[in-house]
């Protein structure tokens, strides 16, 4: 889509997009906001609380918190060269990012709801948790919809990523991708301690 302020990228010769001017700045600060989001998810659910909640909290073996970001992982491993593939024969970025980031929010909710409907109320910031018995603690069965939904929201999320990556070469020319990644890199921290 040419812009008034936007000159037209110049194709070269093996397929790749390269812009002669940057991108109007509502494209380059949208792609680094995503950022934003993108690191609170990665740090908080992915990273932090997800595992406390699971392990900690619930009094699950920590193999299981693994053994889903394991599945999801191989999950991105095998998906992504395909899916890559079609984004950059079709030279289609944005609706994968949108795409798989609407389902990650739809499962990362799913974990919430199924949470709260299907495991007893217990964790140190509990307001009048359940009382259940002292050697209780959820198996694979019991966790099950709860882990699928957080391999859902894992896989959607890392399965966006390559997709964002690759909108940066078309929003600055050469010599300001450093500045944009930069940019996206910093507000990411941000996003991660308001998150």
């Known amino acids: 889509m040419t812009h008034i302020e936007h000159a037209p990228p110049v194709i070269l010769p093996d397929g790749e997009i390269r812009p002669v001017t940057r991108a109007p700045r509502r494209e380059r600060l949208s792609w680094a906001l995503y950022d934003f989001s993108n690191t609170i998810f990665s740090m908080n659910v992915v990273t932090l609380y ?3 909640w699971l392990v900690d909290d619930l009094g699950a073996s920590s193999s299981l918190y693994a053994n889903a970001s394991a599945i999801a992982s191989l999950l991105v491993v095998f998906a992504i060269p395909v899916l ?3 984004s950059d024969a079709r030279r289609r970025r944005k609706p994968w ?5 609407i389902l990650s929010c739809l499962a990362c909710a799913s974990i919430g709801v199924i949470g709260q409907t299907s495991l007893p109320l ?7 948790p359940q ?5 209780w603690h959820p198996g694979a069965s019991q966790l099950f919809w709860v882990l699928a939904a957080f391999v859902l929201a894992n896989f959607a999320y890392q399965a966006a990523q390559p997709f964002y990556n690759a909108m940066l070469p078309e ?3 050469p010599e300001e991708l450093g500045r944009l990644s930069g940019l996206g890199t910093a507000i990411g921290y941000v996003g991660s301690f308001a998150g």
């Open 97 to 101: 990012v949108v795409g798989f980031t």
């Open 84 to 86: 890559g593939a079609m």
């Open 171 to 173: 929003l600055a020319p």
């Open 122 to 128: 217990i964790g140190t910031e509990v307001v009048s």
């Open 131 to 135: 009382n259940i018995p002292a050697d």
């Open 50 to 52: 997800f595992s406390a």
